[in-house]
């Protein structure tokens, strides 16, 4: 059964901060999703990582991932309030080349604070 | 493009009572998903579809029942609703072919089963 561990589930940090969001998972996989959630929202794809090393940027967000760890990090840099919401991130169940459906962390919930 | 859309936004049942979700995307996406979505919880694979006529199930399937009769529907019935299945539901579509693939997820309808 694929898990997908998020740490931490709960952030709170000053503005202009750094600080990376951690996501393991416990099978062989090589796509894994972040997505953001506003409350009462659906949710926002903010990257795919499709490889061993895929690294990907978005304003002050950068995704990586290491899939011999099995480990991708979000990484926040010099954070601003606008970036407050719940990031979850998923690992694909696919098996043979077919797409199973999602496996999904319990999000971190993340408050930046002026 | 609408993306993909549901209906309702909101129900109420009572327990014991039925009712249907329904879920469209107008993407031309082969993939399409039913996840849940309990509060503080990440999301769960309810069901999924991998084309018209073809349904599986996900991590939770208990108490629901899907059909794919056409590429771009994809309802979800609950039948004998009970308080355990109030939640958020999330519909999703994808496509899978050669290119890179992600999941797109509709605005979600929120159920409360008393």
């Known amino acids: 059964e694929l898990k997908v561990e998020q740490n931490p589930l709960f952030l709170s940090m000053q503005e202009g901060k750094n600080y990376t969001i951690y996501c393991n998972y416990s099978?062989?996989?090589?796509?894994l999703y972040w997505y953001r959630q506003d409350p009462g929202k659906s949710l926002e794809s903010l990257f795919v990582?499709?490889?061993?090393?895929a690294v990907k940027q978005e304003g002050r967000l950068m995704a990586s991932l290491d899939t011999k760890a099995r480990l991708s990090t979000l990484h926040i840099t010099a954070a601003v309030h606008d970036l407050s919401a719940t990031y979850f991130c998923a690992v694909d169940m696919y098996s043979g080349g077919g797409a199973d459906g999602l496996t999904f962390g319990k999000g971190t919930h993340l408050i930046i604070q002026p | 493009n609408a993306g993909v859309t549901q209906t309702p936004k909101f129900r109420i049942l009572k327990i014991g009572q039925s009712m249907t979700l329904q879920c469209t995307q107008d993407?031309?996406?082969?993939?399409m998903y039913w996840y849940r979505q309990d509060p503080g919880m990440g999301l769960k694979l309810i069901y999924y579809?991998?084309?018209?006529?073809?349904?599986d199930k996900g991590e939770v399937p208990n108490g629901y029942n899907v059909s794919r009769s056409t590429t771009e529907d994809f309802p979800l019935r609950l039948e004998l609703a009970a308080p355990s299945q109030t939640s958020v539901y999330f519909c999703?579509?994808?496509?899978?072919?050669?290119?890179?693939?992600?999941?797109?997820f509709g605005p979600g309808t929120r159920l409360t089963v008393t």
């Open positions: 993407m031309n996406h082969n993939y």
């Open positions: 999703a579509s994808s496509y899978l072919g050669w290119e890179v693939y992600e999941q797109y």
């Open positions: 579809s991998v084309g018209a006529g073809i349904t």
């Open positions: 990582l499709l490889s061993n090393g």
């Open positions: 099978t062989t996989s090589d796509r």
